[in-house]
């Protein structure tokens, strides 16, 4: 029962079960915050399920297949419920009810508002409730009982709908008898509306719209859909989309994309005709009542976007609560006629933005260079070629309007500046740059929010006048004001990322996960300047490689680097900070546990890191020439190690820091690793934000970096089940590029891995079982349907705990099989610690993420991020590395048993965490220390 019903209840505390809720959405998504302050407020148990966009792209084809059909607005709106009945199951709860019903009996969709009277509004609530089965309801039963889940529906009960359907329908329309607009479902709200000490529901919640279909679980989800299916259908496809589907042919490339699932479970058409319900639609209409409303008639979007002029301003709020008076405001629709006119305006207005922006040397406090203005350029031409394509169809301004109502005081007034995505501004400065941008677009002639005295160059004392009159106005009580704020958001965010690339240094990864066992980079060193390969190390401080004279040094993918063909090489004397001193020099010794070893000379020349970006620049550091490689060192492809960890090597500074003394270049001490399967991209002075993935935001741990990069792990769960909480996290946690497994305190992997397992039983996951540790998947294809990992961190004293998503793409691996057609095994990737309490978080936790190592201000920000991909020329191919791996890998695989093929080779060090397990892998490729043994291998 929940605290509400305690409340009311005469006879003392209920000992019945407690009411569970689910709600589930993308993040921020207005359901999700709907649905916790109504959980809040019943006191039930609530369950939150936050999925994200690729998550969700990845159960499209799972989607289509349990529900049969290939309708753009039924799989749009069944994909989020079939994630939450995957959650609910997996919770133990088999029966749910759901409000399938309320919207067809009462009139809640919102192309409701458009019903001409109260006998069509009444004729339509019949034709919807006659399809309920063939329609909603057959929807919400499909994606829920693919997951075992029963939905009922107490709206359906039939003496229920016998007193609802015997309502007047004047009462149940969305204007009232004088034509004043009003909420939908208003009669079934209004009985709800009781006293604050009866209420049932938040008065907020309770005279909430209606969001438009699918829009509840985040205002991205369609969008991203359509932004999907734009990368994978092609023009081609389109224009040839009657001669394939001359059945119910799609109209969009969201369709075709949907039609292409459809034929790959059922066939190109005859399931189609025989087994597909279809109809036009729009907002869930029936055909009939397309007829309302001349702009529904041949729209390609079925969605609720497409009844302009009714989300958020269409009704009068003070219809919302017996207590208001009626004062009716002038709804959006009434200023439609000036949009066009108004909108071109805007173009006047960015195009003399251009040429203030590149005359405005003050902004950024020096002259910018030509490449800026080139940038610029570009920048404002891609948002004048949105803005006329905006001014051919003005249906979403009402919808961006809604949106920028809640997030404008987020993104743009109450903005927080990120480490590596500003300029040498402070806050208070980059929010003033901000805000003249804003100014300079509604300063316009004939505009109301014109001001005077602002000339093609502002002073920082007009801009901040400016400023301050923009936010006392009231420039954005219209949608062509907020469309013109939206313009100025994407200019301002683009110039400033656009900034900071002048200030970061960037260069591509490569590297892979099975193939390699690491990610490396190249630097380029010396003058003229010799390229060395080296492997990304957030656990080593030091950055070394073998050189020409070497007495033991292995076969790598570069020539061994010359200092004597450097005319900047100098090697360093015996001073105060050597530890090992000879005739040669100041030099050093590194030994690992499981007996490998670098030793060399230390020496200083230029380097610089060698990306596809000429914006890099060389710095003079300390750099460590290998004259003595042992075991892993020897064997491993790249020539050397790039240690980006916070300690100094005997007293030597590391590369990063001179990186970061570079501030002509490099203007925060802050870098960044974004690791996709194949290769990636480091950054130093910032990050890039253009990789976010779509729904996902940067949340930041305090990171302790004394000698390690360190974070405080308190939990791990996977789907519902807490493996480890955080007395089995007693050891410190590492964040380490270096390792390529997750390593966890025995106890936690043992139970994490003995879930997953139990979980994905038989095929539940979508995979079929292959040993303990693997699952075989058809070739090409991810696991989307394993739960993912959910790490829980502290947030930092007196700060919320902060739970990072680990899909199940990162915590597993794609290992390729040999004598599976069709197949290839997914391996876990992650380990046991032994008996070591401590954590290691390598490079499966580093996966498909935008990690950004903030060591001015300790911070930590981690993002699920679409990464770059990028093959090195000299590709080591997985099978060809696969076949020099461990014998014993192949014959566990077919004995039931595939052990993991990482095996963290030493422990985290006092000076120097372990290099990563990708050189034991390696090793087995020299021919000089080890025998090849190619015949029983993957």
């Known amino acids: 029962m929940s605290k509400n019903c305690h409340r009311k209840c005469e006879h003392g505390p209920a000992s019945w079960p407690q009411l569970h809720s689910f709600s589930t959405g993308l993040q921020g998504s207005p359901d999700l915050k709907a649905a916790k302050e109504v959980a809040s407020f019943l006191g039930t148990v609530h369950h939150e399920y936050v999925f994200t966009v690729e998550e969700a792209l990845d159960a499209l084809p799972d989607v289509i297949y349990h529900l049969e059909t290939f309708d753009v607005t039924t799989v749009r709106a069944s994909t989020p419920m079939y994630l939450m009945a995957r959650r609910i199951r997996a919770s133990g ?31 339509e609530n019949c034709r919807k409730i006659e399809q309920l089965h063939l329609y909603d309801c057959l929807r919400a039963n499909k994606a829920m009982m693919a997951w075992g889940v029963e939905a009922r529906v107490p709206f359906l009960d039939r003496k229920f709908m016998e007193v609802a359907m015997g309502f007047n329908p004047v009462q149940k329309m969305c204007r009232d008898e004088a034509g004043n607009p009003r909420t939908e479902k208003w009669i079934l709200r209004k009985a709800f509306d009781l006293p604050s000490e009866r209420s049932y529901l938040p008065q907020e919640v309770l005279w909430r719209q209606k969001e438009q279909f699918s829009d509840g679980v985040g205002y991205s989800w369609i969008d991203s859909i359509k932004a999907h299916a734009e990368k994978v259908v092609s023009d081609q496809q389109m224009s040839t989309a009657p001669h394939r589907f001359p059945v119910k042919t799609p109209r969009t490339k969201e369709a075709y994309m949907f039609r292409q699932f459809f034929a790959k479970h059922f066939g190109e058409n005859s399931a189609a005709a025989g087994c597909v319900g279809w109809q036009d639609s729009i907002a869930c209409s029936s055909e009939v009542a397309l007829k309302w409303d001349k702009a529904f008639q041949g729209r390609a979007d079925a969605s609720g976007r497409a009844v302009a002029g009714v989300h958020v301003q269409a ?122 941008l804003k100014a300079w677009v509604t300063a316009m002639p004939g505009s109301p929010c014109s001001f005077p005295g602002i000339g093609k160059t502002m002073s920082r004392r007009r801009i901040s006048t400016a400023a301050t009159l923009l936010l006392r106005s009231n420039c954005w009580d219209t949608t062509v004001q907020a469309y013109r704020f939206h313009i100025v958001l994407l200019v301002s965010e683009e110039l400033t990322n656009a900034r900071a690339v002048g200030l970061v240094e960037r260069t591509r990864l490569f590297g892979n996960l099975n193939a390699y066992a690491y990610y490396f ?30 007495s033991h040094c292995g076969n790598h993918l570069d020539p061994l680097f010359d200092m004597k063909a450097s005319s900047t090489s100098r090697t360093l004397p015996c001073g105060p900070d050597c530890t090992r001193c000879d005739a040669a020099g100041c030099g050093y010794l590194e030994s690992y546990s499981e007996g490998s070893s670098i030793s060399g000379l230390w020496f200083r020349d230029l380097v610089m890191l060698n990306g596809s970006d ?75 934000s253009r990789y976010a993935a779509l729904g996902s935001h940067m949340q930041w741990l305090p990171l302790h970096h004394t000698g390690y990069y360190g974070v405080e792990l308190k939990s791990i769960m996977f789907d519902t089940h807490v493996v480890g909480s955080s007395e089995e996290f007693k050891g410190r946690t590492v964040v380490d590029s270096g390792t390529t497994f997750t390593y966890f305190p025995a106890k936690v992997f043992h139970a994490l891995r003995e879930s997953i397992i139990a979980t994905c039983q038989g095929s539940r996951c979508g995979a079929k079982p292959v040993g303990n540790d693997c699952w075989l998947l058809p070739t090409g294809s991810r696991p989307a349907k394993f739960a993912p990992i959910f790490l829980t961190f502290s947030g930092g004293s007196g700060q919320d705990d902060i739970s990072v998503r680990w899909p199940a793409q990162s915590y597993l691996f794609r290992r390729g099989m040999r004598g599976v057609d069709g197949f290839e095994a997914w391996c876990m990737a992650f380990a046991s610690n032994g008996a070591s309490p ?43 590395f696969s076949s020099n791996d461990n014998p014993a890998v192949e014959e566990h695989l077919q004995q039931g048993g595939m052990r993991h093929l990482g095996l963290v080779l030493g422990c985290v060090g006092v000076v120097l965490l372990l290099i990563s397990l990708g050189m034991f892998a390696c090793a087995f490729l020299s021919t000089e220390e080890e025998n090849d043994s190619t015949d029983n291998l993957l």
């Open 521 to 550: 980079a190249e630097l380029l060193v010396g003058t003229p300047p010799q390229a060395a390969s080296v492997i990304v190390d957030t656990g080593s401080a030091l950055c070394g490689f073998p050189c020409v004279g070497c």
């Open 93 to 123: 709860v088999k029966m749910v009810l759901s409000g399938e019903g309320a919207d067809e009996i009462f009139g809640g969709y919102l192309y409701f508002h458009k019903a001409p009277n109260a006998a069509e509004f009444h004729a």
């Open 838 to 880: 401590e954590t290691v978080l390598g490079i499966s936790f580093f996966m498909y993420k935008n990690l950004v190592f903030d060591t001015t201000s300790s911070k930590l920000g981690v993002e699920d991020a679409n990464c770059p991909q990028h093959h090195h020329s000299a590709q080591v191919g997985m099978e060809t």
């Open 315 to 436: 009704y009068d709020k003070s219809y919302q609560t017996a207590s208001q008076s009626p004062a009716p405001k002038k709804p959006v629709k009434a200023q439609a006629h000036r949009l066009k006119e108004e909108v071109v305006t805007v173009l006047r207005g960015l195009a003399a933005l251009k040429e203030q922006v590149k005359n405005a040397d003050d902004l950024t406090g020096e002259p910018e260079t030509e490449k800026m203005r080139v940038e610029i350029d570009e920048v404002l031409k891609r948002q004048t070629e949105i803005l006329e394509d905006m001014v051919k169809s003005t249906e979403s301004f009402p919808r961006r309007w809604a949106q920028f109502e809640l997030n404008t005081s987020q993104r743009m007034m109450k903005r927080e500046a990120e480490p590596g995505i500003q300029d040498t501004f402070n806050d208070a400065q980059e929010m003033l740059r901000l805000e003249s």
């Open 614 to 688: 000429a914006d890099n620049h060389p710095v003079e550091a300390s750099l460590g020439c290998h004259m003595d490689e042992r075991k892993l060192f020897y064997t491993q492809k790249v020539n050397g190690i790039f240690g980006l960890a916070p300690h100094g090597i005997t007293g030597r500074s590391n590369v990063l820091k001179d990186l970061f003394k570079d501030k002509a270049h490099v203007n925060t001490a802050v870098f960044a690793i974004c690791l996709a399967e194949w290769g990636g991209e480091l950054s130093v002075g910032g990050y890039d």
